[in-house]
């Protein structure tokens, strides 16, 4: 379950389709360095009186990363439930499970500019609105039209959520902070997905779907008490209200008139950077990175992780085990191994860890096609949910350690700094196709052949 992201965290500005973002989980480390080289002065986060604002502000945000999470994580718990109550044939549910993926396209490519536009609260506030109007048609639904309509609206709020939270985090923190407060993003999309599975084993899908109101709820109050970025004051002109919300973020007694100066010659100095084109990454000195980019997307997606993901519990039902239990061990596994993944992922290298993170989903997937194997052939039928929910436990692990992170990493990497809005917008686009792709199609290739043989 990755959708990632790639973006200029203090310019803003877009190329083309930049601001497409990643289903479902991604890791955030670029937004740090990225800013490391050309972000804040060190000086100006040792002159720093507080940071309880930062810390405020920051909590709020990722309301917004538990709310994605909480969308992604929805129809696993609930697809026998729904098909059940409403009567919905497979296609049809799998349109409703898939179309999260078209509403987080749209979203994700509109979020840059209505960020720029109504501010990073204001795109917070939008995307909140989104999520609950969503939520609530999924609610009062009696059929797949009003079903496909609130999924599409929280699939638009969270691709908006993906962009401008990590956005408004990196904006905000002082550069100490940076690392730690972009990776909770990370954490809490994971988080919210984990807790969707786990409640929606407990209650029905209609109040499931009212519980991912709150976190709106939260973000939408909270938003009142927090400081708007002020990296985005400075960008539109606001100077009375840049330097007071930098005041507040930083503390009432802090001297922040380095920091303020190196804001400005920062946006000035990105704003003259040459803006590349989509058809420039296809020069033959771009060319190997590109073809890196999106072999690593097409990988990470096309190796099955929204399918597994959107529909853990009817592929547990189907090896011959407790949806309830699979469910809650899969999500039991998710949250911390994507936080031994976010320590990993300096310390033992970027192609190491994804080499090993792919054997781990191979293996999780030669696993599960084998118990389902069994299952037709009536070998071993008493070993064959244990098959089953280890393979896609190794899966899930796997990824999350790896597949999901690493990719977003790389990318960003190994791009010039004047073409990596164009070139992330290809390969986000790339991910999005992958992801909707796989969402739509894996009920059916369950159907017609769960071994895969």
């Known amino acids: 379950m990755a959708i990632g992201q790639f973006r200029d965290v203090e310019n803003g500005e877009n190329n083309t389709l930049e601001d497409l973002e990643q289903p479902l989980v991604i890791k955030q480390e670029k937004i740090v360095s990225y800013e490391d080289e050309y972000g804040s002065d060190e000086k100006s986060t040792e002159k720093s009186g507080s940071i309880w604002m930062v810390l405020l502000s920051t909590c709020v945000a990722v309301c917004g990363s538990f709310e994605f999470g909480s969308c992604v994580g929805y129809s696993a718990p609930t697809q026998s439930a729904i098909r059940e109550d409403l009567n919905l044939s497979l296609a049809q549910f799998s349109m409703f499970g898939s179309i999260l993926t078209i509403g987080a396209m749209l979203g994700a490519i509109t979020s840059g500019r209505i960020a720029d536009f109504l501010g990073r609260k204001g795109a917070m506030r939008m995307s909140a609105s989104f999520c609950i109007t969503g939520w609530l048609a999924i609610f009062f639904s009696k059929g797949a039209l009003s079903l496909d309509i609130g999924r599409f609206f929280t699939g638009y709020g969270i691709g908006v959520f993906s962009y401008v939270v990590p956005i408004f985090i990196a904006e905000i923190a002082p550069k100490n902070l940076r690392g730690a407060l972009t990776t909770l993003n990370q954490l809490m999309i994971v988080t919210g997905a984990s807790v969707a599975f786990v409640i929606g084993t407990i209650i029905s899908w209609t109040t499931l779907a009212l519980t991912g109101i709150v976190p709106c709820i939260f973000l939408l109050v909270g938003l009142w ?74 990988f990470q997606q096309f190796g099955g992780i929204n399918g ?49 993170s792919a054997t781990g989903t191979f293996l999780g997937c030669f ?77 059916f290739l369950m159907s017609w052949s769960s071994s895969g043989k």
Not at 230 to 239: D, F, M, Q, T, V
Not at 333 to 341: F, N, R, S
Not at 419 to 432: E, F, I, P, Q, R
Request: proline content about 4%; some cysteine; hydrophobic content about 50%.
């Open 225 to 298: 008490f927090v400081p708007e970025s002020p990296r985005w004051l400075a960008k539109i002109g606001h100077e009375k209200e840049f330097q007071t919300a930098l005041q507040r973020l930083r503390g009432k007694h802090a001297d922040i008139s380095d920091e303020m100066a190196e804001i400005q010659e920062y946006i000035v100095t990105l704003q003259s950077l040459p803006k590349a084109k989509l058809l420039d990454l296809f020069k033959s000195k771009h060319i190997r990175p590109v073809i890196i980019g999106v072999g690593l997307m097409v």
């Open 367 to 443: 696993l599960a096609g084998t118990s389902f194997f069994l299952k037709g052939y009536g070998l071993l039928l008493d070993w064959v949910p244990i098959i089953a929910v280890s393979g896609v436990l190794t899966y899930i692990a796997s990824f999350s350690i790896g597949m999901g992170a690493v990719p977003w990493v790389i990318m960003s990497e190994i791009f010039p700094i004047h073409v990596k809005g164009a070139a992330g917008s290809l390969v986000v686009l790339v991910n999005w196709l992958g992801a909707w792709a796989i969402s739509y199609t894996y009920n």
């Open 308 to 356: 597994i993901g959107f529909y853990a519990s009817q592929t547990f039902e189907e090896a011959g085990i407790s949806s309830k239990t699979g469910t809650i061990a899969y999500a039991c596994v998710q949250v911390p191994i994507t936080m031994v993944g976010a320590t990993l992922i300096d310390k033992s290298g970027r192609r190491p860890l994804i080499m090993v």
